[in-house]
């Protein structure tokens, strides 16, 4: 940062005595009447700084104060800022260079001041998302504006409900819907899966059924009714539509094991008919044979 007005520090001249003469020189080194040169000078230049940066802080809250945003221009403000003790303080050389830097510092604050504001307001309206699913809020929502509205009901006086734009909270609330969603879907498709799983396990498994008629829903409902994968699935009319599906999809298999067994059966029978005929037809020939060899026999 460019400080306006910069001045360098003087070293004090020789101090006069109490009668007025100068005051005779204290014998001293002469690397402690340097180190005493650099104090003052120091004193000095400090002063000045403190003094350029005191200027530059009084123009940047001029500059904020009045509203001057970062791409407007220095000519059209300047019969504004005149009457101004902030900005007459700063040398007239250095008036422009002095408001472009300050203009694109402020400009850059308040950038990040705002994508400030608006992270913390999404941060807070994701916390209140939070509370909210976990106050059931979103169970037996069907859209949007449903969800919107149960939400204002419950939180209109929230902080972290105002703070956030209208936007962005139909923007994060419909992500929310979504991820709702996918999670009763994704629990629904986990309990289908351990309904067959448990269909599998006992009455529409293999073993049970060898030989046997598939068991109607009814059957077994009486029989899996308190076991926990079965009420996973809490629609009766859902249940019922797996174990059609598995039960049909066991019969399916049963018959088509049926016909393979069936066909190794008939071609085990085709086998031994095919045998037996060669059989026949060996000694046959072997007889004919025998005839010819020895007809009068």
Known sequence: VVLPGEAKGNAD???EGAAGGVAPAQPSSSSSSSESED???GDAGSTAKDKALTKLQRFSEMLEQRGVKPFDRYESWLPRLLGDARFTAVPVAERKALF????????SGRRKAVAATKRQGLEGFAELLTDAQGQGL?????????????LTKSFAQDERWRKAAPNDRRRLVTAALQEEAKKRSDHADQADRDFRALLQETVLSPSSNAG???PTFGEARSTLRHEPRWKAVESMARRQELFAALASEVSRQWMAQKRLQADDEDELLERRKRSRRSEAETEFRELLEGQIKFPLE
């Open 13 to 15: 001249g020789p101090q």
């Open 39 to 41: 104090e003052d000078g």
């Open 100 to 107: 472009q830097q300050e203009i694109k510092r402020l400009g």
């Open 138 to 150: 979103f169970c037996g929502v069907r859209d949007l504006e449903e969800a919107l509205a149960e």
């Open 212 to 214: 046997a008629e598939t």
